[in-house]
């Protein structure tokens, strides 16, 4: 896409670090859904609102701007974040994957441009998403669930509950504990994600239309 005014997408390499600043912003570069984003920041812009307002993706949506409602959720290096509570300028060569950059990989292999760049449907070593890793109809499986399940009314939530559903799981594969786990669980081994951990590693993405029911359907429809 073409960047709007204010950022360029220019290679990380190229970017001159000497250029002065007033005190109060800084220039950052992110990686967002493989590509890079050189952009002129004030100190206080968040992660939400540099991807919003700066980049021009609109897919994480600002609910409360506190961190209570979890619609802005996005992954950074593969971990999913409330993005209204992240500033920018601390997130400087970082990979971001957004909605718009989940429905370019094959399905099971994860979000697109995390650090893991063996990923498989990384062809490159990159850490870039590629059309090859697409499942036929561009939609990630977890999106297509969504929709096969009517996962959403309003759909305001709905970016922020992808992007939160494959963050847990990659959780739950990694072996990180949540608050429903068995405290006798081996540390390190996958937990299995039940729909009692599904429901308890979503339940900071809240839904005003209550799709709960549907949300959970659809999550489970993507576990292997
Ligand atoms: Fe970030 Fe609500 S907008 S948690
Ligand atoms: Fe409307 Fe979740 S679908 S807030």
């Known amino acids: 896409m073409t960047p709007p005014p204010g950022a360029s997408r220019t290679a990380h390499q190229h970017r001159d670090r000497t250029a002065p600043h007033t005190g109060?912003?800084?220039t950052v570069t992110l990686r967002v859904n493989g590509a890079p984003y050189t952009l002129?920041?004030?100190?206080?812009?968040?992660?939400?609102?540099?991807?919003?307002?700066?980049?021009?993706?609109t897919g994480a949506k600002k609910g409360c701007d506190h961190g209570q409602c979890?619609?802005?959720?996005v992954l950074v290096e593969?971990?999913?974040?409330n993005s209204c509570l992240l500033f920018a300028v601390a997130l400087d060569d970082h990979a971001v994957t957004t909605v718009e950059g989940v429905a370019t990989r094959k399905a099971g292999t994860g979000p697109a441009d995390t650090a893991d760049t063996t990923s498989p449907a990384d062809t490159t070593?990159?850490?870039h998403a590629h059309d090859t890793g697409t499942d036929g109809d561009g939609l990630h499986p977890l999106q297509?669930?969504?929709v096969e399940r009517d996962a959403f009314q309003c759909g305001y939530c709905t970016p922020g509950?992808?992007?939160?559903?494959?963050?847990?799981?990659?959780?739950?594969a990694a072996?990180?504990?949540?608050?429903?786990?068995?405290?006798?669980?081996?540390?390190?081994r996958p937990v299995t994600p039940t729909p009692e951990e599904i429901s308890e590693r979503l339940s900071g993405n809240l839904c005003r239309c209550g799709a709960y029911p549907h949300i959970l359907a659809a999550v489970e429809d993507v576990i292997e």
Not at 175 to 188: A, F, L, M, N, W
Request: charged share 20%.
């Open 70 to 73: 979890g619609a802005c959720t």
């Open 24 to 26: 109060t912003g800084s």
């Open 125 to 127: 070593g990159t850490g």
């Open 161 to 172: 509950q992808i992007c939160s559903a494959l963050g847990a799981l990659a959780e739950a």
């Open 175 to 188: 072996g990180h504990p949540s608050y429903v786990t068995d405290p006798g669980h081996p540390p390190g």
């Open 78 to 81: 593969g971990r999913r974040v």
């Open 144 to 146: 297509r669930a969504f």
């Open 40 to 57: 002129d920041l004030d100190h206080r812009t968040t992660l939400l609102d540099a991807l919003r307002e700066h980049i021009g993706l």
